[in-house]
């Protein structure tokens, strides 16, 4: 049996993972690059539909089911391990992110220090150019966050 599973918009809008569960394999499309940084289609004013929080939510899910297998979109197969990576990689670029937005940095200061500091931790991954549309997406997520917050005071 093969269980197609939409995730709900993350990298894109009509994100899904194909579950084999005899096998407990999950096939995760782009949701997952293996040595790599995280493919951000973050391309405005046209092209805008990964959300970086979002994202997060979804690898929060998967790695909590903890499949023996994971197939990547690109990269090399692995196991559970390559969902709490991609999962903890995007939750510090948003938190790293969002900090320098709260202190008033401009975007330009935040790529280049996020790229310092993704680089310094990750330095064998491969797509660096994608660290710059992560931030990106995250920056406009930030004013949506912000207003939340503000809301529910």
Known sequence: MVQLRATGRAHSR???VVRVP???????????????????????????????TRWIAV????????????????????G?????DVRDYLRLLRDETWARRDSAVDERTI????????????????????????VGCLCSEHAEHAEHAEHAE
Do not use: N
Request: net charge negative; charged share 25%; proline share 7%.
């Open 111 to 134: 790529v280049e220090e996020i790229s310092a500091l993704m680089i310094e931790r990750h330095p064998e991954w491969g797509g660096r150019e994608w660290i710059e549309k992560g």
């Open 22 to 52: 005899d096998a407990d394999v999950l096939f995760t499309g782009d949701l997952v690059e293996a040595g790599q940084f995280a493919i951000f289609p973050w391309f405005p004013p046209y092209d805008t539909d990964v959300s970086g």
């Open 80 to 84: 559970a391990g390559l969902l709490a």
């Open 59 to 78: 690898m929060e899910r998967l790695a909590a089911e903890a499949p023996r297998i994971v197939v990547p979109g690109h990269g090399e197969v692995g």
């Open 14 to 16: 009509g994100d899904q």
